[in-house]
């Protein structure tokens, strides 16, 4: 089993940038999958970025492509999200998810096993 926690969340102006942090602990010496996903209140979970294990493939929802990016540092056992140019529309709690495995995972989050707690981002217009 894996853990995984959410940090880097907050208060930005739009236009501005944050970067989200998925650290894990527990048996992360087995492949694992990353998505991010987000949920903003009264609507249903999107999908926003996903990467492989080996983070050589990655996926990337058109609503945010070409200003997010996913990444991941298995060193640090850590998969971040950098968000640039926010809109307010991106206000949402961001939630990371790790699916076991080798291959990019699923833009479904109902195939994932794991989940961490969520962080909220909140962009001010």
């Known amino acids: 089993q894996v853990q995984l926690v959410e940090s880097g969340g907050g208060l930005v102006q739009a236009g501005g940038s944050l970067r989200l942090s998925c650290a894990a602990s527990g048996r992360t010496f087995s492949p694992y999958g990353v998505g991010w996903f987000r949920q903003a209140p009264g609507k249903e979970r999107e999908f926003v970025a996903a990467i492989s294990w080996s983070g050589t493939t990655t996926s990337v929802a058109n609503s945010v492509k070409g200003r997010f990016t996913i990444s991941r540092d298995n060193a640090k056992i850590t998969v971040y999200l950098q968000m640039n140019s926010l809109e307010p529309e991106d206000t949402a709690v961001y939630y990371c998810?790790?699916?076991?495995?080798?291959?990019?995972?699923?833009?479904?989050?109902?195939?994932?096993?794991?989940w961490g707690q969520g962080t909220q981002v909140t962009v001010s217009s």
């Open positions: 998810a790790g699916k076991s495995g080798s291959v990019l995972p699923s833009t479904s989050g109902r195939l994932y096993d794991y």
